[in-house]
């Protein structure tokens, strides 16, 4: 019912900053929150930061002051602003989210991953 798609990863140095993007399409009645979740090598898939269509947001204190979420609701799209990006951001990136969507008589709430977007941070 959802496809979440992930762009804008790629091979950036020590300081440097990516701007991540995810375009959510398919049938749905809402979608809420939407974020960003990332995977490092031989580390768990850990949260990034989150954005919920009130304007709330929440980040890892990792990124906490380097990273920006925010949102096009009307492109049901959340990007993701990586600046002073160290080798520790170095992972795979992933968008989440939250939906309803309609099918037969009632409403359903599902989460939905991308198929994530590689971030590599080298000198």
């Known amino acids: 019912q959802v496809q979440l798609v992930e762009s804008g990863g790629g091979l950036v140095q020590p300081g440097g900053s990516l701007r991540l993007s995810c375009a959510a399409s398919?049938?749905?009645?809402?979608?809420?929150?939407m974020g960003w979740y990332r995977r490092a090598p031989g580390k768990q898939r850990e949260l990034v930061a989150t954005?919920?269509?009130?304007?709330?947001?929440t980040y890892a204190s990792s990124v906490k002051g380097r990273f920006t979420i925010s949102r096009d609701n009307a492109k049901n799209t959340v990007y993701l602003q990586m600046n002073s990006l160290k080798p520790e951001d170095t992972a795979v990136y992933y968008c989440?989210?939250?939906?309803?969507?309609?099918?037969?008589?009632?409403?359903?709430?599902?989460?939905?991953w991308g198929q994530g977007t590689q971030v590599t941070v080298s000198s």
């Open positions: 989440n989210a939250d939906a309803t969507y309609y099918s037969g008589s009632a409403y359903y709430r599902g989460n939905y």
């Open positions: 398919g049938s749905f009645r809402s979608i809420n929150p």
């Open positions: 954005h919920a269509n009130g304007g709330s947001t």
